[in-house]
């Protein structure tokens, strides 16, 4: 891992790129998010690194591959995040009708007179009238979320990150196949290799062909005409009703194959006992799983079993029957999972601790932070989160502090454990599902435990990380990948993160000052927003049932199923635990492609050409997919931005 000289990427042309990032591609997003509710994510990392990179070697001073490391793995934080859009959502969650029609059931009150000042201004501010953050009703929740959600966020994730990377690069070794996608596309810009560019260049041609198709002509029929002509079906084929509808079979099961390139791409780069493993998964729960709650187990589930009905939507169902019928069994397997983790690499734990206490001479020079730093940094933000949301949150009983400190310092390094290993082996974490983020629903479930009879809990908490850490070791081993000092990407973070604030505040202030967010004038937030106060008032409402049995009942099977695997595989039968829990916590389109991807390399690719030629280029041809998917989104998301706000103009 460390034969290799770590080089900085840090410097005034990675500086210049993320401000240029910032400055001109996140207005784009922001009236892009308003609008047409799409990212551009991807589409401002690939067209960032690009256009830098042949300015630059047509100046005749080439990027380095490090600089372009931390342009790529930053430039879309800077091009996408908005901390001030979420602002305007909290105002509007405060004074939305939908919010006024929702009863605290304890009090009887409508929630916005329960929503604290130190979310969104108090009731009858004029900052809503003038619509602007410079305001003294504003300086509190600013302050409160950028200080919870930046700073002590950050400090936790921080210290997370150097010890999954001292844990899952330097001493398990897991492979992270998005890393090296990503170190491919680095690696091919810079150093220009003559087969590497001409296989990432046809497989960029050939993927912006198909994305057109895929996304080009819906992006711009709905920026020019106000609907979406969808020749293939995005995102997935949907293949739950219908004619061929797997419903007709098994009512409450959904199934589909997701229709997007990369999805497809990424089963060339995972193992094959992780791709069946990540099927069985799926469909065990997605399809026979939810088959099963509507039809035998509806007494169980009895929300589930009303709300299904015949011809409901592959989305929809995922949404629904997370909702009532797994989203308790999945923090289950999560726990379970990570105590798999712990028990089956203790010894690798214990030696990445040391690599930290006392790092060899290539160690120090990778820029890796000692053991002790990293504990008291992540002990200090963890416990200044619990006390500040204490001392905001009055009504939240402190005799349930131990409950705070456990899932701030505790659930914090479970989910940055399992994430993180689910990441270096199949490239995937459990992220958002059905609106809401593993780490939230553990925080609702505990305010449902603990009796909680107030309101300000749902809408501020203390730090429950796990979220950025997993991403940020998949970066430090891009940094290895490219010989790149894995500190520089934090200190092009911290640049980032001041950039993005800064901007963010700038193009929010203006559109909000054009017209009332949601309106007319912006239809994504006017479909998007309701939908999300509702789903958040499901939970402050305590319309959802919480069900913690079946937490432990599915602890109990998962650690069952691990320890079987595990007999099993001594008795040289494969086993995936992270494959499986991959495959359990997605839905059916993503590993099916993924799998029927792997097939298509192995089969296919492997005799068209060799299994040596396979092995060493197909990091580059997923290299290549991606960039061609994500340029042409960039592009065709700008022109039917352009189309869709020429009618602002003043003239």
Wanted: net charge positive.
């Amino acid at each position: 891992m460390y034969e290799r000289r770590f080089k900085s990427g840090f410097t005034r042309r990675s500086i210049l790129a993320l401000i240029f990032t910032s400055f001109t591609i996140l207005p784009v997003q922001i009236l892009l998010r308003l609008t047409s509710g799409e990212s551009i994510a991807a589409a401002a990392a690939y067209i960032t690194i690009i256009l830098f990179t042949e300015i630059s070697v047509f100046l005749g001073n080439p990027l380095s591959k490090q600089e372009v490391f931390i342009i790529y793995s930053l430039a879309a934080l800077a091009g996408t995040a908005a901390p001030f859009l979420d602002f305007v959502y909290y105002a509007y969650f405060k004074t939305s009708e939908i919010a006024w029609s929702l009863k605290n059931p304890y009090t009887g009150r409508p929630i916005p007179l329960e929503i604290p000042s130190f979310y969104a201004p108090p009731i009858g501010s004029s900052a809503y009238r003038f619509r602007s953050f410079i305001h003294s009703d504003w300086i509190l929740p600013i302050f409160a979320f950028t200080f919870q959600f930046g700073l002590l966020l950050v400090l936790m994730e921080f210290s997370l990150t150097f010890m999954g990377a001292a844990l899952f690069i330097d001493v398990e070794e897991l492979p992270f196949p998005i890393a090296n996608v990503q170190a491919q596309l680095i690696s091919t810009l810079t150093e220009r290799d003559r087969e590497r560019m001409k296989i990432f260049t046809i497989m960029a041609v050939v993927s912006s062909i198909y994305a057109f198709v895929l996304y080009g002509i819906p992006i711009l029929s709905m920026g020019m005409f106000g609907t979406s002509i969808q020749i293939i079906p995005l995102p997935w084929l949907d293949m739950t009703t219908g004619l061929i509808g797997i419903e007709k079979i098994l009512p409450g099961a959904m199934f589909g194959i997701s229709t997007d390139p990369i999805a497809w791409g990424v089963g060339l780069l995972l193992s094959s006992d992780t791709l069946i493993y990540m099927v069985i998964g799926s469909i065990a729960v997605w399809v026979i799983g939810n088959y099963l709650a509507l039809n035998v187990f509806s007494s169980e589930f009895p929300e589930w079993a009303a709300e299904w009905k015949p011809g409901m939507s592959l989305s929809l169902i995922w949404q629904r029957s997370y909702l009532r019928v797994w989203s308790f069994i999945h923090l289950g397997i999560f726990f379970a999972v990570s105590a798999i983790i712990v028990a089956s690499k203790f010894k690798s734990l214990i030696k990445a601790f040391k690599i930290l206490i006392n790092p060899p001479r290539r160690v120090k020079e990778a820029g890796y932070i000692d053991m002790r730093i990293l504990v008291l940094t992540y002990v200090s933000a963890s416990l200044a989160s619990v006390l500040f949301f204490h001392y905001l949150v009055k009504d939240y009983p402190l005799q349930y502090m131990w409950a705070t400190v456990a899932l701030s310092m505790g659930a914090s390094f479970i989910f940055a454990l399992v994430n993180t290993a689910m990441l270096g082996e199949t490239g995937a974490t459990v992220g958002t599902i059905g609106g809401i983020a593993p780490q939230h629903l553990l925080w609702y479930g505990t305010l449902y435990t603990t009796g909680y009879k107030g309101v300000a809990a749902f809408f501020f908490n203390p730090v429950i990380g796990g979220i950025l850490s997993p991403s940020w070791v998949q970066a430090i081993k891009v940094a290895h990948l490219t010989e790149t000092k894995p500190i520089d990407f934090f200190k092009a973070y911290a640049i980032a993160f001041i950039l993005y604030h800064l901007f963010s505040f700038v193009y929010v202030s203006a559109y909000w000052a054009i017209a009332p967010i949601p309106s007319s004038v912006y239809p994504a937030a006017m479909v998007f927003w309701p939908m999300a106060v509702l789903n958040k008032g499901m939970w402050v409402t305590r319309r959802i049932v919480a069900k913690p049995t079946l937490t432990v009942y599915s602890f109990i099977t998962m650690l069952l199923l691990g320890a079987a695997g595990t007999i099993l595989s001594k008795f040289g039968l494969p086993f995936s635990i992270i494959g499986l829990t991959v495959g359990i916590t997605t839905p059916p389109p993503f590993p099916v492609a993924a799998f029927l991807g792997g097939v298509i390399g192995r089969v296919i690719i492997r005799n068209l050409y060799s299994d040596e030629w396979f092995k060493k280029y197909r990091a580059v041809i997923v290299a290549g997919i991606a960039a061609g998917e994500g340029i042409v989104i960039g592009i065709f998301s700008a022109i039917a931005l352009m189309s869709k706000s020429a009618w602002l103009l003043p003239y």
